[in-house]
């Protein structure tokens, strides 16, 4: 078995504080550079994608550097999840750090900086976004809740995106997933959804990536199915302490990938999700 992408959280501590975040209850940790290494060894011969996201903000690493050196030497295709904040500070290391693909939440920013600071963060992200796309991909994701409900950070948004990549985004193509806007700088759009557990869904006939295409350890060395599952309520197992091939291929595991091959959730955290497959 093996997976188009691993995502593992380095750490789950953040600097935002966002309402649509879950609002995990595990102790707030950062991954030492010796035990990434573990993490990184284990599941080497099952993908050459790591994506460093799940919950905290990754910049916030104070081995960040280290942790990039390690996992280019080891010769993975980096891919970062960041809300932005620290890529100013960051700056120097990023601009020359060997990473596929930066995902930048701008709708993190909303309710986290002061309106009359929204100018300057934009500003940071896209000049960034500007220098370092001729070696990396940019996209920049942003909320679009319906074009009716868009707020007046997304308005903001626009009218600097079209200022200053000479584009002519209006608000009607803010239902457009993703809208190219130089080359290899993106700007992705999406639906906000409820993390599971937050709504009673009961969904029980529906599809999913997890333990198919990807597959996501936490900072402590837990396996779990998807990146949603943010407080390990579907547990497979941990790299610490058990191989990572007699993880994924555990009983627990096996069910969950069959049922989904039936269109089934057979875990209740998979039928109370709100994140929805396309075609589902």
């Not at 626009?158 to 009607?172: A, G, K, M, P, Y």
């Not at 803010?174 to 639906?191: S, Y």
């Not at 029980?204 to 990536?209: A, D, L, Q, S, W």
């Amino acid at each position: 078995m093996r997976f188009k992408k691993i995502y593992v959280e380095i750490t789950n501590v953040c600097n935002f504080a966002c309402s649509f975040c879950f609002k995990s209850k595990r102790e707030k940790k950062f991954v030492s550079p010796e035990d990434f290494s573990a993490i990184l060894f284990s599941i080497k011969p099952y993908t050459n994608y790591l994506y460093l996201h799940l919950l905290g903000e990754p910049l916030l690493h104070p081995s960040f550097e280290k942790l990039v050196e390690i996992a280019h030497q080891m010769g993975f295709f980096i891919n970062l999840t960041t809300n932005g904040s620290l890529i100013a500070k960051r700056k120097e290391f990023l601009l020359s750090a060997p990473i596929r693909q930066f995902n930048i939440s701008l709708h993190d920013a909303e309710e986290n900086i002061s309106p009359a600071q929204w100018g300057d963060y934009l500003a940071s992200v896209f000049d960034f976004a500007k220098e370092k796309s001729s070696e990396s991909y940019i996209s920049m994701r942003l909320w679009n809740g319906g074009v009716s409900s868009v707020s007046s950070f997304n308005s903001f948004c626009l009218e600097q995106i079209n200022r200053v990549f000479d584009s002519d985004l209006t608000l009607e193509r803010m239902t457009e997933r993703n809208i190219k806007l130089q080359p290899h700088i993106f700007l992705a759009n999406a639906a906000r959804f409820s993390w599971p557990g937050e709504v009673a869904l009961g969904i029980n006939n529906r599809y999913c990536y997890g333990l198919d295409t990807h597959v996501a350890i936490l900072v402590d060395g837990t396996v779990v199915p998807c990146c949603l599952d943010a407080d390990a309520s579907m547990a497979l197992g941990n790299v610490f302490k058990e191989d990572f091939g007699t993880i994924i291929n555990s009983d627990r595991a096996r069910r969950i990938i069959e049922g989904f091959r039936r269109n089934e959730a057979v875990e209740e955290t998979c039928k109370n999700c709100g994140f929805r497959v396309n075609g589902e």
